[in-house]
């Protein structure tokens, strides 16, 4: 049972993008597609594919790959002024995605108000983490398959997606701390920038090196990104912060690192070619309707 459901999973990600292709669908994300199909194969529906051990492994580090490319896909130019700019433009990436998560917040801490009214939340600040977070994992996937990142555009939406997921993502830590009894732990997040801030000073320099010595065989680059990803992780894990934000972390380091546009690209092949497909199938699969 355990290699069917692993067959069925392995054979929905190499049909779905085929199908989408063949009948033109381009108004679905495939990501938003792997996981309706995920929940037609799951347990909602044909409860003919089941979790197993093994897909909950791939599953968990498609969901790190996918938040280490995204880290990878920030253009940190944006951050930088120009010269003789004395301040920042109020239409730049950064600024209009500062701007839109604040209303994001804004609408979200309303909504949060309103259900606590209506009996039908207690928690007006939870509300406002859950329903300010934005998917990041979907909204990277339908940017790349739109080929807009590289756009003003593309990077707003990204910035705003890294907000809705970082933000959330670090006040949940915060609350679920602080509502735990568990406060006096809050401080060992800064170990995990710390950590990052060392490794990207560690390895910028040795980085150069490692292009030119590595071969077909060896791949330097891309075990320095999996050291940096693992790493990452297991101090966010240790610290008590979410893993994904390990991995988010990693990737922003690589970015920094300045790899080739051939490190970035087979990243993206072992991430968008094999792993992160199955996580958003298994997303849906897990969701019981």
Not at 81 to 89: E, F, I, T
Not at 120 to 147: C, H, N, P, Q, R
Not at 189 to 206: D, E, G, H, K, S
Not at 221 to 226: E, M, T, Y
Request: aromatic share 10%; charged share 15%; hydrophobic share 55%.
């Amino acid at each position: 049972m355990q290699q069917l459901s692993m067959l069925i999973v392995m054979l929905a990600a190499l049909i779905i993008p085929i199908a989408m292709a063949r009948f033109k669908v381009s108004s679905v994300p495939t990501a938003v597609a792997e996981i309706v199909v995920g929940i037609l194969i799951g347990k909602s529906a044909l409860n003919i594919v089941h979790e197993t051990s093994s897909l909950t492994l791939l599953s968990s580090l498609g969901v790190i790959l996918l938040m280490f490319l995204s880290g990878m896909e920030i253009n940190f130019d944006l951050f930088k002024k120009a010269p003789g700019q004395k301040k920042r433009d109020s239409k730049s990436p950064v600024s209009m995605a500062a701007m839109s998560f604040t209303c994001v917040v804004i609408t979200a801490l309303v909504l949060g108000i309103i259900l606590y009214f209506l009996g039908l939340f207690t928690d007006v600040l939870l509300a406002t983490i859950l329903f300010s977070t934005i998917a990041l994992g979907v909204v990277i996937a339908t940017l790349k398959e739109k080929e807009i990142l590289g756009r003003p555009m593309g990077q707003t939406i990204l910035l705003t997606a890294v907000l809705g997921e970082v933000i959330p993502m670090l006040a949940l830590t915060f609350y679920a701390s602080i509502y735990g009894h568990n406060a006096g732990r809050l401080w060992l997040i800064v170990l995990l920038f710390l950590a990052a801030i060392i490794l990207l000073r560690r390895f910028r320099q040795p980085y150069v090196w490692f292009n030119n010595v590595s071969k077909a065989t060896t791949q330097l680059d891309i075990r320095l990104a999996f050291f940096l990803i693992f790493t990452l992780v297991t101090v966010a894990e240790t610290v008590g912060a979410e893993n994904i934000l390990g991995a988010f972390l990693a990737g922003m380091v690589m970015k920094l690192l300045e790899p080739s546009e051939a490190t970035q690209e087979k990243l993206t092949s072992i991430g968008y070619g094999f792993f992160i497909p199955i996580f958003f199938i298994m997303t849906g699969v897990r969701l019981d309707l």
